[in-house]
């Protein structure tokens, strides 16, 4: 069943419900027979795309404040703040700490409390605080680190929610490009923040685009809400045929992921060999990202807007063509999802390093620029392999794992900019001496070259044993993962029955359901 294959009837709906059902998808052809599934993941593209452009529309805001404290310092007018290079960076730092520790965080809530709550939770703290930034953004600038920390939090409580959400919303073949879907709102977002703050900046302010977008994310809250359910057997209106389709699908695998939660295994994920294939390489990724962008910035003086804009359009195609990609090749039985995962996630790690090495070693020319968008395009190969992973090896703890993952994303990027520093400093750079950029681009080449090795051989998609611990499963059963095979109540887990329903020609399938 594609992800947006028609989805049928529906259940009976709540007077709140049915009116959200009415006001944003009844009245528009063709969107009432939308899967659910399909609308959780066009909703978290649109809220990725909004806590993209927050985090963006900050960095643009601030730069344009250091051009205009630049411009005002000839006329001794300080009004402006104290806008340096160090002390934007120094924000940045205070949102990537925040993210650090919203990462972990959020792995616990999302797993212990209902993940679309987390969700949508975090995009309007983030959009809340949006605004109180753009308030006191050119009055008081030390608030804003604590401030911007808080958004770091709140923006790292989403990713791991999102996995949270698709371990129970996505069936098995579906995973990639449902994962790939939702996150290509992060490039989409960067995209559109560049044209959306130039054009509030130009008619206002350069802090009414703040302002946009922490109203945007507020609002998007109420849809979310009336739309979005945590699980399809939570959700109101989805249709029998999807909520079979999705549940079934589910059911194929050993441990089934409806389980209340219990506790959380830490000592088996951080001693398995398979998690660690995936934090390495989103440590590593990081590195040569970071790289990518300064050299692309010491080539060309940050001159070609361009160059900032085209790779987040490269990027939100590539992501979403590997995702259809890779599932495609499940389905069609070309590729086991294991030899997906390794092929995916080995060849966006190692081809990336390749080609930004090769930029260092053809210098800031016109094949340089190119090179450094196709290498900005192959890298989200790499999306389809290691970041959809955790779902493979634990789609009950596959929030846990996102959310280290994600933790040692901002790891990376919290150790990265230090290292580089010492080394420009050690050298004692001039504008014209290129063997510290050498020297970071070898390290960080070497590192993701490492850490693409390290995940092919040790990367797995079989659900992990210590994923399936009977004592972490309360729902299953003698006779099967779900329980007993049988109609009547599911005995092991208080809040699931198990339900015979006819699917058609007097065909019928037992399906777990809430209560």
């Known amino acids: 069943m594609p992800c947006c294959e028609g989805s049928g009837d529906g259940g009976p709906l709540s007077p709140l419900r049915r009116g959200a059902e009415r006001l944003w998808i009844g009245r528009t052809p063709g969107l009432q027979a939308w899967p659910k599934r399909c609308i959780l993941v066009s909703m978290v593209f649109v809220g990725f795309s909004l806590a993209a452009g927050i985090r963006r529309s900050f960095v643009e805001a601030a730069y344009s404040m250091q051009r205009e404290a630049h411009w005002k310092m000839f006329n001794n007018d300080t009004s402006s703040g104290n806008w340096t290079t160090d002390f934007i960076r120094s924000f940045q730092s205070s949102f990537t700490w925040g993210l650090f520790i919203g990462h972990v965080i959020g792995s616990a809530l999302s797993y212990k409390y209902h993940a679309n709550s987390v969700f ?3 995009i309007l703290l983030d959009s809340s605080l949006h605004l109180v930034v753009a308030g006191v953004m050119q009055v008081h600038q030390i608030f804003l680190v604590s401030l911007l920390f808080l958004q770091g939090v709140s923006d790292g409580l989403t990713f791991p929610a999102f996995f949270s959400l698709l371990r129970f919303w996505a069936p098995p073949l579906e995973r990639t490009r449902m994962f790939t879907a939702g996150y290509a709102g992060l490039h989409f977002g960067s995209l559109l923040s560049f044209q959306v703050f130039s054009a509030f900046e130009s008619l206002f302010s350069s802090t009414a685009g703040l302002y946009f977008y922490g109203m945007l994310g507020i609002l998007w809250v109420l849809p979310w809400f009336l739309l979005i359910s945590e699980s399809p057997a939570k959700h109101p209106g989805v249709s029998t045929r999807e909520k079979i389709y999705i549940i079934d699908s589910l059911q194929t695998q050993e ?8 506790g959380i295994p830490m000592r088996s994920i951080l001693s398995s060999g398979p998690v660690w294939a995936i934090l390495l390489a ?3 990724r990081t590195w040569t990202y970071n790289t990518l962008l300064h050299i692309v910035q010491w080539y060309y003086n940050d001159e070609v807007r361009y160059a900032k804009e085209i790779p987040y359009f490269l990027m939100m195609v590539s992501v979403v063509i590997s995702g259809f990609v890779a599932d495609a090749l499940q389905e069609k039985n070309l590729m086991t999802t294991s030899t997906v995962r390794k092929t995916f996630g080995g060849t966006g790690l190692l081809t990336e390093a390749v080609l930004f090495l090769s930029m260092v070693y053809v210098g800031p020319t016109d094949f340089a620029m190119v090179l ?7 890298r989200e190969l790499a999306v389809a392999g290691y970041m959809v992973n955790p779902l493979d090896i634990s789609p009950q703890y596959a929030g846990i794992i996102a959310g280290l993952s994600g933790a040692m994303t901002s790891l990376g990027n919290l150790t990265f900019y230090p290292m580089m520093n010492h080394i420009f400093n050690t050298w004692k750079i001039r ?3 290129m063997t510290p950029l050498y020297a970071v681009s070898v390290i960080s080449g070497g590192l993701q070259f490492l850490a693409a090795l390290i995940f092919v051989v040790f990367s797995s998609a079989t659900e992990q044993d210590w994923s399936k611990d009977d004592a972490s499963s309360p729902s299953t059963g003698a006779d099967g ?5 049988g109609g009547g109540n599911n005995n092991n887990d208080p809040y699931l029955d198990t339900t015979e329903v006819v699917v058609n020609d007097g065909i019928s399938l037992n399906v777990i359901v809430k209560r």
Do not use: K, N, V
Not at 255 to 262: D, E, K, L
Not at 481 to 485: K, L, Q, R, V
């Open 481 to 485: 993962p779900y329980g007993s095979s």
């Open 255 to 262: 441990h089934i992921p409806f389980s209340q939660p219990t």
């Open 372 to 378: 450094y968008f196709f290498a900005m395009s192959i």
């Open 120 to 122: 949508a939770a975090a």
């Open 431 to 433: 504008h014209d001496h």
């Open 282 to 284: 989103s440590f590593g």
